[in-house]
């Protein structure tokens, strides 16, 4: 009987947080659902507390069931890349898979992998969300470059990504497989349950910003967007769910400078996993009004809700939210956006955009992402 595909996994995971880990445990299950012996080996440190914009990187969630996950991986430490790599390489993997996000991490994972190819055995892919970062900063794209040294194939999840590929290496082997469903939040509850554990008033309706708050995701745009009138005659509120990774100050100036204290609900502690789907049940629409992006994981939930969404034209977004049948694609301006948010009220469109949703979701399977990750290897 032929052994199952051992497949090793390096990046961020439970008892990590966040959009990463998500994406990562999701990954490893698809393959363990599919006979694999896949594990992930996780950061015991990710980030130094003092580059660390948020208040802990740590999840207040149990661990996983039943999902192999080894706390080893330290990003600042060149000797425990050392150790790694070569732990790695004697256990002989068929497949490394590494999701890439930001530069600060190429000089870890880059070594890591090259010490793990020595055993002339283990494939290298990488899963990238970005490489040049939304905020760059000096000496990006060289740390870009040497990342990329060091696999044998990529997998970008936009459009967008791809073109940077080909300026980074036009020979290297590279596939786009759009980002898979967040399938793993539960099942959608009644929307007046959901209000409920919230404790939201049921005589408005609720547009959802959902996520960190990062100055590239334009929340501002969205609470100028709310100074318009015409949402304050439309009985519409504004849910801000999200921990602010950058400084708060200029939001709430915006907010006291049109007086939306009655308009917007600031809820900004980290969301963990198990009260996902209270905010996004309790919404009629999500919007995400981003400055720039490649992709949003934030699509990709809305979308396991069936829910209507509004983004801006800004790098890949647009590639995944059909204009004028999942929702609406506008320009990153405030009065484009309020725009936008009226004619979905008043339009009526949320029935429809929502069993377009239900039907545009399908091409985001985890099997996809799976079966891309085979044919780049089999390249």
Request: proline share 7%; hydrophobic share 40%; with cysteine.
């Amino acid at each position: 009987m032929k052994a199952p595909k051992k497949i090793v996994l390096i990046g961020s995971a439970h008892p990590l947080r966040g959009g990463l880990a998500t994406f990562n445990e999701r990954l490893i299950r698809e393959y363990r659902n599919n006979g694999a012996d896949a594990f992930i080996y996780t950061f015991s440190l990710q980030y130094p507390s003092l580059l660390f914009p948020g208040k802990t990187q740590m999840s207040s969630e149990p661990a996983p069931e039943n999902l192999p996950i080894f706390v080893k991986v330290n990003s600042i430490n060149p000797f425990n890349w050392i150790k790694i790599g070569l732990e790695l390489r004697k256990l002989n993997p068929d497949l490394v898979i590494v999701k890439y996000w930001m530069p600060f991490m190429a000089p870890c994972f880059g070594t890591i992998c090259r010490i793990i190819k020595r055993n002339k055995h283990s494939r290298i892919v990488t899963i990238i969300d970005n490489l040049i970062p939304h905020e760059s900063r000096p000496g990006d794209r060289l740390l870009s470059q040497y990342w990329i040294g060091s696999v044998d194939g990529c997998i970008a999840m936009s459009k967008s990504v791809m073109e940077d590929l080909e300026k980074f290496d036009a020979h290297k082997p590279k596939l786009y497989c759009p980002h898979p469903l967040y399938d793993n939040f539960g099942d959608p509850i009644p929307k007046q349950e959901a209000l409920k554990r919230l404790n939201l008033d049921p005589g408005f309706r609720y547009v959802l910003f959902f996520g960190f708050i990062r100055d590239y995701k334009g929340l501002d745009l969205l609470l100028e967007a709310f100074s318009d009138d015409r949402l304050r005659q439309l009985k519409i509120k504004l849910l801000v769910a999200g921990e602010f990774y950058c400084d708060p100050k200029p939001y709430h100036e915006i907010i006291a400078n049109h007086r939306l204290e009655e308009q917007v609900i600031m809820s900004n502690d980290f969301i963990p996993d198990s009260r996902v789907l209270n905010y996004f049940c309790a919404a009629d629409l999500v919007v995400q009004p981003y400055k720039s992006a490649t992709q949003s994981g934030v699509t990709q939930i809305a979308y396991h809700f069936n829910k209507p969404m509004i983004i801006t034209d800004v790098g890949g977004l647009a590639e995944f939210v059909p204009h004028e049948k999942v929702g609406y694609v506008v320009e990153p301006i405030p009065h484009e956006i309020s725009d936008a948010i009226v004619r979905f009220y008043q339009e009526n469109r949320e029935s429809e955009f929502s069993a377009n949703a239900a039907l545009e979701k399908q091409k985001y399977s985890w099997n996809k992402m799976t079966g891309a990750i085979d044919l780049l290897l089999g390249k």
